[in-house]
């Protein structure tokens, strides 16, 4: 083609004009220049001719010129053309066709672009004519002309009536219908036994519904079997999570309904709940009248819920739903064009770039009526054309409907000569106004449908109406037609229905066959209403348009009385939607009866041209989102998917609007040729961003950079409360211009109702003359909250419609009308008060948020008493009762006048508040509800921390009876602290109350058992400000507060002394001048000691001082502690004899020192290096020869208890303390013990003990240093700042008052550091990252960040950036090692992940990869800081909060945590700075800008954990009086901290008779509460040395000491065992030991352990499912029936549980040994033998050896082999035999072999001798001999138990008959023979019980027979009972000698 194809196309259009054959010339000639292909674009051109013509007739002298064929020259003259010109030229020919295609598709794309516009100008001026509000009868059939040839046009007197056949359905071939019989059994239950076979619909998109996961859009009729279709999508989500087995996984996963309206969803509810009924599968409505619980959600498969509602959800960062939710259901999504649409479309994009940040599947499903553009709705849900988009045209409609339209004229009394009537037509009566019109002929409509027999639904639009259409229509059948509303054959049970259903209404109209429904009925009332029409007893129904989209109750004739809807939200009448009308007609027709349905529709004359368009026409629906673009960008922005104008694109380009755009620019503002200068349109959706972005910036909701290179947006509060409160930014802009935003203090409730109806959202309200006094009056009797000026202003309501200032007035007017339960008489100004009460409290509690950030107390409250009025319907000056809204109005008028007040009813009987209610009826539920009522007290501590801050201890005391009908499942409150005049919140908390923690006020408990919330901050003191006040305050209840006033005069500020030691400009030391010994240097990592090690080099390596060092994390304290180590290796001679005790708070430091050390000074100098923690125990003789031990605090505080008895204790020379400074910790009490106790020891034994410690830079060095022993030289105290490589540091702020969500926000923001300050390219020029360790608080939060992490990764411009400098091949052979397959996922990534929950295979894995520069990136807990020594380049952390399992709430990390975390950034070797990124909650932002440099006070913790350690100091006999406890503190660092902050420990002052009194108060408590305890003695009076003061250990004391128990514990055991307690009772009283408290119950286990529960035999307390005392009985028995865990934490936990059990259960055997409870102290052996093996006593003790299972028991069994002791003592040859036939391989025939070799097998003998002396009672020594006849074994065989076992052995004397135990020894190793004796005296009660018995002569005398245990520990079944007869002995008789008998 030579020609342009543009004017190719030009040329025909313009002939096409001459032609008279003009279309099908036309056609031609397009066909032949487009192509076949092109088709589509030839039949919009050819639809479009005209208009075309017209728009094009500016350019087409352009385009109109066509070439004229140039006449050929045929002469003599020949052209020789060379090869290469030929070449030539057939190149530049093809670049000519090329460029010529690239036209004609560019041309091609215009043309359908230029007739979609023209088809939408075309469409706009139809509208435009239909809309007109006059019309003639010619016009109105001019308009019509264009219907189908079938249908029928009438004229009536006053109306016209056009009625459109029904169309002709399509063949239903039944063998293309689906059964149901052929879809899996599972998915069968869902259809239940009515439905066989899917419908023609559903069987076609069956394939792709039900076996694809892929998106799809199905456009079809209402009633065609949409829903069955979405059923259909949901039953493939469920598949997937259908087990082989046929179990169904519920938790995995969430799926969505979003329905248009909240009578839709709950429709939806009740169908879905029947439909998933049989899975088991929980569905929750969630829309604006139905909220959910956190619970409730969680639990929840399917919520049906309203597009705003999942909006507000889905814009906050609900983490936990939107991750499961791999199923979004969109119905009536062609409401893209409606007032929803932009929120639908919004959700849509959403959740496509959801999917494209994670890179994680969420199907969409679309569900819609006929579209015309189904295309561009199919384009937009990112379905595939031919697999994902199925279209049904109205032939579908499973029953036929005959639509029938019918407009009538404005006057009912026209003139004859206007419409001729018709003949046979009767005459409008006189005086019958429209409305009579529309009556009349509604009524005719259902008379002919009661003649056929049908039933008939009416439609109108307000409640109102409904009774008044219904009264009108059997006023006109009492006058004609009255038969066919004859109900003579209604049952009496239906008459007896109406009569009891308490509506009148209902009652009038029933006897007509007559019956009305909507909203404002009761539900019984509705309910029984569906009822009788479904039974066929109503005839006629006249309904609001609730129920088209509600119940699904059909009937054949649906009519539609009248068009005009008043709409609150637009403020004024308005016609019905489309949708509506559609939906509607939809009702028409029941499949099951009829054959046919029936739509009629009454409108205007003017409107029926409109209708009968909208219903007829295919007219592209259009986006409306370019109007509320500015709102959601910024709700993008909030959300944190859009950070960016290049993210704001990515995400545009998901909306709907972007496709229409695309295909019909013209809509949108855009030129024509717009596609052609911008491709993709990305400028101008870039302007509409641009634009929308640049208002956010003005009302301040968005930082728009627009200058910087990126274009960066970031959020503000103003614009997050906006996104999360659904607020227009025009609202916020007029806040901005009133200054609210700024810190404006609203001073009452009428400046705060000014600021509320100023919103946007009010614009439309309009005052009208109808509603003019009603207002009036309204103000004068309920308008108590706004001032007298603003009531001035009434004048205002007489402003017209456009005046802002009326609609302002109106606004307020309406809240207040609102808040005093005021009924309007009008119904516009009722429905105009319901959407303004809707509003107001959301934009109440919006301004509230913002009160709230802006700290003004005055505000603050005054927006949150308003919200609770407006939300409570009452008064703040009513009484409070009110509020429950039970009563009624004439009991709660009573207590209004009389002033009752809670406090005053609570005092009161029942008899005296029915005397003041004058109502005894009511007096008990009066009581009830007054103990229902929510009251809080308040109780404060104030503790001084430095001279300008204070630590605040809140105790919140709730008082009153939780209801759920009224509390719900939690009740918000605000905690505030305020300075005394009002002018600030110095700090606030948002608590969430559950009913455990309420207090019943109707029953006394002792302050020991109230329950309390308890609440601790921090608050910096401002300069002269020594008043505050505390106040509490319900955010649902009016009245409900309570305040304390918190007064400073009387506290004693401690001084403020930061006693740091400046660094000096030393020369670095190097190791070769000032260390001789060259092994030392070998082992050392580098040449020269730092600059903090320098200055302190001389006092460690030169001197014996004790050394404080206190430097920043990563300044070289443990190389400092290391030149003591070496002065001690230089004085030392003996092996042993000089000890090395390290002692570091976590178990994780101690293993990372010990592994270093045995390496370097193990190996390099050939010390002897020891760990001691819970996880190793090494033997005395080990502990003796060892040179350095690490231990933790508890283990060396359990062992140097008895110092004078353990020489290896005594031998120590130097204690290494490191991390010192935690001593304020939970450990602190420990560290301080110990450091007094080697002090106390060293000054006892007159040997110099050296203590190091080692800490972070502190604010009272000095007095750390002088409680150590330093005097002098020997403490450095470097500042925080003094680091070996300097730090970056950046304090983020975050939004969000839940946990999760704000951690959800920081993901983006951690990646966004990583590219900002790790990232760089190396010296091979590839782009990657430094090393960086982000830190966060869960195990659970590593996993999500880093799946997040990836998301951003696989989204940015370098994917690879974390992995390209690993080689593929070795990345893939470290991902193959990993276990943990979240771990496997994201190391695929790059992304490391550590804690405690991971193996230690991973650990070390991860450990590796990251010193060795492998993993980049590496997310772990908190821990790590203190273990590993991993230094990156950049350290995030994530968050300074974690979940404290013993308050159930998240509190913040220690400051020495955080600086722990912060000092890994900075690598020494590689870096010249670090960065460190600290993400916190945006109110501690101040806080921590201001002291992570500025450290706290050191304070003691002992004075609150002092009982076990004066008890362990009585035991050892270091203390003996009870002054000797007095003087044993003033060792402590507790003594000294007293005299420097005494309020801080409660101490009156300074001065030593304060300091005296106090700690003789302690002293005296601690003593009285052991003595309590039963763990010491009371000295006794009669004894010769009897001292008063005098302190004596009980067995209970020395029990408690020894293994190292809480005196609440073994009081708890004494009490709680009994001699016939079972195995359950002592299981469960094990649980409840106080070592358990502590174990944690993280966030939501509780539900992990109800569900634990169900699997294991012991029941627990279901109520007390958050205890950790019920998750350690929970664990145990899992433990023991060796049940799945649900996460690998509980593995973790169990580990915990099983270490503290060993303990506590040899406490427990002692306790009841000391008793003489011989049963329960065998059966507490006998659970200390499940604990080591993990099975349960009664379990086939053959299950103890591997690979043996039940089944393999009973086969051995039959053979002879009952148990353990028959296996163990067969022969070996033939015990392989017996394992080979139970099909056992050879491997495990040799793994149970060398387990069974390691088992005990023992030969016992008995002896025992009688000996007697002069006035004693004889005493019967019994000796036990035993011999290992198997092979010695050093360790156990427990694969179940977590750590290595000793086995050891108890030998019990008991007496069977009387359960009572004599005597009880312990073998701690059997190895070879074994001698052991017991003793004990014979017992006169024995006599009672003497038998015959053989003496050692053989004769018959009497005796007693006693029973020999032999109790493995660790071992079930191998345990050995013997009985031996015992003759009485004589008194003073000879010593007798006998074997006993073994039995």
Known sequence: MGEDVHELIVSSLVRSRRDSDQQVKLQSDLLEILGAENIEVVQIVLNNRELMLQDLMADLQQYSTVDKEKALQVGPSVRITSTSEKARRREEAKKKHRSETREIAKQQEYLRNLANASEREKRRAEEQAMMKTEYSLTDIKASLSNLSSDTTYVEHKGYIEVTMPMPQRPPVNKNELVPVASLPGWAQLAFGTQITHLNQVQSKVFQTAFYSPENMLISAPTGAGKTVCALLTMLQEVGKHVTPEGTLMKEEFKMIY??????????????????LAPYNMVVKECTGDQQLTKKEMAESHLIITTPEKWDVITRKKTEALVSKTNLVIFDEIHLLNEDRGPVIEVLVARMLREQELTQRTIRLVGLSATLPNYRDVSDFLGCSRVTGLYVFDSAYRPVPLMQTFIGIQDKARTKEKAVKQDEGSEKLPKNKDQTWLYDKICFDKVCEALKRGKQVMVFVHSRAKTYNVAKTIREMAQKQNGHLFDQSDVPSRAWKQVSTSGCQQLKDIFPGSLGIHHAGLLKHARRLTEQLFAEGHIKVLVTTATLAWGVNLPAHTVIIHGTQVYVANKGGWSDISILDVMQIFGRAGRPQFDTSGEGIIMTSMAKLPFYIHAMTSSVPIESKLAEHLTDHLNAEIVLGSVASLEEAWKWFKFTYLYIRMCKNPLAYGLKPDQLSRDPGLRNAAMKLIRNAAEQLDEAEMVRYEAESSTDNFNSVHVGRVAAHFYVTHE?????????????????????ALVLISKAAEFDQIRVREDEMQELVDIRANFCILESKSLKQQSRLLAGDDSDLSGSEIKTRTLIQAWIARYSPQSFSLSNDMQYVADNASRICRAMLEIALQREIPRSIMIFLELAKMIERRAWDTQPEIIQFGELPNTVTAKLADNRCTISQLQGMDIKSIGSIIRNYKYSQMVKDLVYAFPRMEIKHEVAPITATIIRVKIDLIPYFRWNQKHHGMTQPWHLFVEDSNGEKVHHKEFLLLTAKQVNDPRYEVSDKDLKKVEVNFTLPIRDGHTHYIIRVVSDRWLQAEDYSDMFLNGVIMPEDLRPFTELLALRPLELKTILPVAKYREIMRFSHLNSVQTQCFHTLYHSDRNVLFGAPTGSGKTVAAEMAMFRVFNQSGEVGKDKIVYIAPLKALVKERMKDWSKRFGDGLGKTVLELSGDHTPDIGRLTKADILCCTPEKWDGISRNWQSRSYVQSVALVILDEIHMLGGDRGPILEVI???????????????????????????????????????????????????????????YPGRNYCPRMATMNKPCFMAIEKHA???????????????????????????????????????NPTLFTSEIEQDELDHYVGQCNDEHLRHMLAFGIGMHHAGLTEGDKDIMEHMFVSGKLKVLVATSTLAWGVNF???LVIIKGTEFYDAKTKTYVDFSLTDVLQMMGRAGRPQFDTSGTAVVMVHEPKKAFYKKFVHDPFPVESSLHTNLHEHI?????????????????????????????????????ESAD????????????????????????????????????????IPSVLGRIASFYYLSHITVLLFEDGIQDNSSLPDLVKLLTEANEFAELPVRHNEDKLNADLARHVPFQVDTRMLDSPHVKTHLLLQAHFSQAPLPISDYITDTKSVLDNSIRTIQAMVDISANNGLLFATLKAMQILQMVIQGRWVHDNTLLQLPHFTTDHCAALKKQGIAGLPDFLNTDPMIARKLLKGLGMSHKQEADVCRAAQMMPVIDVRLFYDVECEEDCEPSIKVTVETIRVSAPSQRVYAPRFPKPKDEQWWVILGDSVTGELLALKRISRMKGFTSTTLTFDWDEDWDAGLKQVTSQDGEQVPGYTFNVYLICDSYIGLDLQYAFDVAKPAEGGEEAEEDAEDE
């Open 258 to 275: 979003v329905a248009p309206m909240k009578a839709l969803a709950q429709e939806m509810v009740t169908n879905f709940s029947k439909k």
């Open 731 to 751: 609202t916020v802009r007029r806040w901005g211009e009133e200054g609210f935003e700024r810190g404006r203090v609203v001073q009452d409730y009428g400046e």
């Open 1235 to 1293: 450091v007094s106790r080697m002090r106390y020891m060293g000054w006892h034994i007159g040997r110099k003990i050296r203590i190091i410690g080692l800490s972070t830079a502190l604010a009272n060095a000095t007095d750390l240093a002088t409680w150590m022993g330093i005097e002098g030289v020997g403490l450095y105290n470097f500042r925080p700042q003094v680091r070996p490589v300097p730090l970056e540091l950046h304090i983020q702020g």
């Open 1319 to 1357: 990232k760089f390219v190396n010296k091979n020029g590839i782009e990657t990252v430094k090393p960086v360790i982000i830190f966060v608080s869960s195990r659970r939060q590593t996993r999500l960040t880093g799946i997040d992490l990836i998301s951003f990764l696989s989204v940015s411009n």
């Open 1431 to 1433: 230094p990156a380049h």
């Open 1511 to 1547: 008890n362990a100091e009585i035991v050892s006999g270091t203390i003996a009086k009870r002054q000797d406890t007095v003087d044993y503190l003033t060792w402590t660092y507790l003594f000294r901290r007293l005299y420097k902050n005494p309020t801080y420990y409660g101490v």
């Open 1552 to 1591: 030593h008779q304060a300091v005296s009194r106090f700690l003789s108060g302690l002293v005296e408590k601690v003593l009285r509460d052991l003595i309590a305890a039963k763990c010491l003695e009371e000295p006794d009076p009669e004894d010769e040395d009897y001292d008063p003061d005098a302190l």
